[in-house]
Each structure stands twice: as structure tokens, then as C-alpha cells.
DNA sequence: CTCGTCTGAATGAACGGTCACTCAGTCAAG
DNA sequence: CTTGACTGAGTGACCGTTCATTCAGACGAG
């Protein structure tokens, strides 16, 4: 059927499955992005993935798990992302910047995903609280934590709510992306995490 | 016609028809924002607002129709007022307080109606592009023409893009209503209008 | 006033299409 | 042979929508 299988054949023989697990959650994200998770018919997904219906239950207890999986996923690398690539730097200016980046370069860079997150995601009270505890949460305290960090260095106005700054942050991030999403014009999206920033920054500075 | 006749509060025991339409908009908000929109049935709809099913399709042609309305009446007015409120302000700074204000307080009086905003017209790339084409590109167009006034008046930095500037402060107020609708703790809503602001004219103000 | 007639809003049982999920069977590898 | 990954037709539940039927009130005639 599928050269997959030879190709795989150099790997270990019980891990020799081309990872149909992984071929099942692409489809299943291009599919999702494409109609939308509730129109989204599981044998859509398996016909994209390459597989039978019944095959995808042999990886996912259900539709909904699908779901979950991508996000998961998703999250979760881009929190381990974050937390690398700013623990090497010493300004929270500078940390803010590389998150802000890293979060727009990311979904930018994949469309399909960047649907998922900024609509499917959204699209019942159930999931966004799974979202909202699960992933946003700490992606929220991330950057809250690095906010604290510059008032303490008095870089940021000490007034200020740490927690509403990064919900102002995550917000105006998050809307560009969905803005981006939505939009028919094809630009970059990353460049626009400079502009944020740059007001951003403004706004929160302590010197005049 | 005038539905609500004097002769409602009658001993009748069929009382005037008090405008099962508007009854059936109320009842699919609530419903809608407790299960989602996919997860509702019409029947549910149908038993909160005391009608019967069938006669639910004598006031919409579909549930899709039913979610179209709500959106397009709540839309409507949200922009009917903050054009009436901001007509009479001078300072384009206070324009974008009273806009900010009243976009956040009018989500914060009616958690139903917030949560098919925020959540429930999201959760599909259909709907949303319906949202971005009708509503939201008109509230966004009212942001960024207020914000090209000042900076004509020389209040704002004159070398940033209106366009995303107007996107940023959006992004915002969209990020703090979503995460009060999520929030198991009850807080008002309608004063972090002023926190945005803050950080928000801080950030964009061309005055050092 | 009291019939008799008519109207159409409202009803809710039934229909029909859809689709998530199941499971009995196939097949290839060892 | 055994094993187990994989298949895909089948199934049963679900639910949006329809429509034959009901009945409260309007209205004209007497």
C-alpha cells in the first residue's frame, strides 16, 4: 500500500509504524483547520492520514482526544521554547521580545496550527477552560514572572498589575495572530511582535 | 406595532404575545453559552424559551440564523453606541477611554452575552470571517481613525501604523473579557478599561 | 348579545440524514 | 501455525427540520 512502510523499515521493528499517530494528528490539524472542529468528520481525518476510520481509534480514545493532542502538543512545545530560549538572556526587555517573537514566528509559521489555536481552540466554553488551565495559564505566568522581574530591576512602573500587563501582552499578541489568520493579504507575521514590543515596552517603562 | 400592550398584565390567561422572537434570542444566548453552540440542541432553545420546537423556525429559518442574529444585534448596537458617546469628546485620548469603557462594560452586564462573543463566534473559521468582515472590521476602523486624530493633533507618535496600533488595543480588551469570562472569581470587568488605557496611551503618547 | 365561520400561530411527533464509533474479519510477518 | 496491526462496512443514537393537526381569538350576521 504505502512506501512508508519501507522507508520506516529502518528504524527498530516495533517502532517500525511510520508513526501513524503523527500522520493522524497532521491530518487531523489540517482537516480541523480547514472545516472547523465540529464539521470535521473523523473519516476526513483518517482519509487524509492515509488510514482506515477504525485505525485512528487505535491511537485516539475519541474525536475530541484528537483535539486535545494537537493542543497538547502544541503548548507545551511552545512553553519549553519560551522558557529555553529566554533563560540565556538578562534583560526582561530582551526576554519579553524573544517570547513575543518566538509566539508569532511560531504560529506563523504554520498556518494549519495557528487556526487550531486561535479558532478551534476558542470555540466552547469546555475547551477553552482545558486551555485556560492547562496552557495559557502558564504561559500567562511566564511572562507575568519576567514583568515582576523588571520592576523589581525598576525597568517597569512598579504600580502596575503584573498579572493585567501580561493578560495586555497576551492579548495584543494574540490578536494579531488571529488577525493574521483571518486576513486574505498574505504578510509576515513575526515582524509584527517588534511593533507590539515596541508600544508595549513604552507603556509599561518606568524612565520618562 | 406595539407588541407590549397595556392589557399585559391582564388575568388573561393567554397574555399578549411578549415577542417570542425576542424570547427565543434570549433564550438561545443562555443556552448557547452553557453547552456551546455546536453542543445545543434547539429543542433545548426551544424548552428555555417556552415555545415549542416548530415554532422556533416561525421566527428563524436556522439555528445558524439564530447565532447570526445575536451577533448581529449585540455588534450593532456595541458600535451605534460608541460612535453616540465618543461624537461629543474632543480629546481623542478620552474617545479611546469611553470606547475602552464601554466595550468592556457592556460585555461585563451580561456574562451570556459575553460568552457567545468571546467564545461561541469564535469557534469557527466561518463565523469568525462573517465576525471580521461585518462587525470587527467596523470597530476596529472606529479605534483606528480615532487614534490617526490624535495623531494628527500631535498627541501620538506619528511613525506607528494606526492599523496595528488599533489591533493592539483591541487584542487587549478582547484578551481581559475572555479571562473574566473564564475566571471562577468574580471581579468587575469594566475597570481594567482603565489599566489598557494606561499602559495603552503611555505606550503610543508622543510625549516624553 | 350569541352563534358559526374562519384564520394562522403554535404545537410536537415523526422523519431522514449524518456520523462517531465498533468489531468481525483480513493479511503479513515471524 | 500465532499474533496483532489494520481495515471499512455496519450500526445506533442523535438532532435539525418539517408538517398535519389543534385551537384561541377575530369578526360578521342575526
Do not use: C
Request: aromatic letters at 8%; zero cysteines.
Amino acid at each position: 500500500m504505502r512506501s512508508a512502510r519501507s522507508v520506516n523499515q529502518s528504524s527498530s521493528p516495533r517502532a517500525s509504524v511510520p508513526d501513524k499517530r503523527e500522520a493522524i494528528l497532521r491530518a487531523a490539524t489540517k482537516v480541523f483547520a480547514e472545516s472547523g472542529y465540529f464539521n470535521s468528520k473523523v473519516a476526513d481525518v483518517a482519509r487524509v492520514a492515509g488510514v482506515a476510520d477504525g485505525t485512528v481509534y487505535l491511537y485516539f480514545k475519541s474525536k475530541e482526544e484528537i483535539l486535545r493532542s494537537i493542543f497538547e502538543r502544541g503548548v507545551g512545545e511552545a512553553i519549553a521554547a519560551a522558557r529555553a530560549e529566554t533563560a540565556a538572556l538578562d534583560d526582561p526587555r530582551e526576554k519579553l521580545r524573544r517570547i513575543a517573537r518566538l509566539h508569532l514566528e511560531r504560529l506563523g509559521a504554520d498556518r494549519d496550527l495557528a487556526v487550531v489555536f486561535q479558532v478551534e481552540l476558542r470555540g466552547s466554553t469546555k475547551f477553552m477552560e482545558e486551555f485556560s488551565a492547562a496552557g495559557l495559564a502558564e504561559y500567562l505566568r511566564l511572562i507575568r514572572e519576567t514583568l515582576e522581574e523588571g520592576q523589581r530591576a525598576g525597568l517597569f512602573r512598579a504600580e502596575l498589575n503584573a498579572k493585567v500587563v501580561a493578560k495586555i501582552l497576551f492579548g495584543a499578541l494574540d490578536e494579531m495572530a488571529t488577525n493574521w489568520i483571518l486576513s486574505p493579504r498574505a504578510y509576515k507575521l513575526a515582524p509584527l511582535a517588534d511593533q507590539v514590543l515596541d508600544i508595549f515596552l513604552n507603556g509599561v517603562s518606568s524612565n520618562k
